[in-house]
């Protein structure tokens, strides 16, 4: 039977990881190096502000762990600095549930994803997860080429960026590295930053998801050391109206979310995007 663990972000001393009682957030680490394969990690409901780096996953390598919001996308993680999933020895798949996680660095490396590079399989599966961040998936010298499954999740690019918002920065072209996006939206809302392509050396799939460019300076969703394979209806489009890929998968027209300069990203009932997604 699996193990439950709770965590706020505040709690120090005796804390035994119960609801009423939860562990501090300090202690992340410790816990996974105790805990077996199968248990859950809560996360009381809040903004947990961070001045550090927050790593999920550094201190378990065969254990497949589950990281829960205690209400979806109640739990936001608010850092000046990066997250980072996995370690470079992980064997074993981990999932992530109604997590936000913001950050305000203007570096790079600030959202990370790992795992051993003998592994074909996605281990990291993220599900109604948002981030809101200057660049994702930044590697520098990454090798292990991560595998990763966004399930109905949501992000931000925000701030100025160099000329990607997804991007590893060393490596061979995508070769390994997969990234899988179900039901997602990616977008730059604010319409800042001078991006040139969304993704750069990573083998991306997308399915029922949307990518729209505020700032209007994207040429084309994929560099060209990678792929992009739009395995059933998206929506990937700029804010000019200029498409954004030419597979006939694409619908290229404005999404009409209901106020997205407020984050409203709900569609319109007169949206193109409502029933053209698939289910298979």
Request: aromatic content about 12%; hydrophobic content about 30%.
């Amino acid at each position: 039977m699996a193990t439950v663990y709770f965590f706020n972000g505040t709690q120090s001393g005796t804390a035994d990881g119960s609801s009423s009682d939860p562990f501090d957030l300090n202690q992340l680490a410790t816990q996974e190096g105790s805990a077996t394969s199968g248990d859950i990690f809560i996360f009381k409901d809040g903004t947990y502000s961070l001045s550090s780096a927050l790593s999920f996953g550094s201190a378990t390598t065969n254990k497949s762990l589950t990281y829960r919001a205690e209400s979806t996308r109640e739990v936001t993680f608010q850092s000046s600095s990066s997250f980072s999933f996995g370690n470079s020895s992980l064997t074993a798949s981990q999932t992530y549930e109604g997590l936000v996680f913001i950050s305000t660095s203007t570096g790079n490396d600030i959202v990370k994803w790992n795992q051993d590079n003998t592994i074909t399989d996605k281990l990291h599966t993220f599900n109604e997860c948002d981030f809101k961040a200057k660049i994702f998936g930044e590697f520098n010298g990454q090798t292990t080429r991560p595998k990763v499954t966004f399930n109905s999740c949501q992000f931000e690019q925000s701030g100025a960026v160099a000329s990607y918002w997804f991007e590893q920065r060393n490596g061979n072209a995508g070769v390994g590295t997969d990234l899988l996006f179900v039901n997602c939206i990616i977008h730059n809302r604010t319409g800042t930053g001078t991006a040139s392509f969304v993704f750069r050396r990573f083998a991306v799939t997308t399915k029922n998801t949307i990518i729209f460019d505020y700032s209007n300076s994207i040429g084309s969703t994929l560099f060209t050391d990678g792929s992009l394979t739009l395995s059933g209806p998206c929506d990937l489009i700029r804010a000019d109206g200029n498409s954004l890929s030419s597979d006939a998968n694409n619908i290229a027209q404005d999404p009409l979310f209901v106020d997205q300069t407020n984050g409203d990203f709900r569609l319109r009932p007169s949206s193109p995007c409502i029933n053209a997604g698939t289910a298979s």
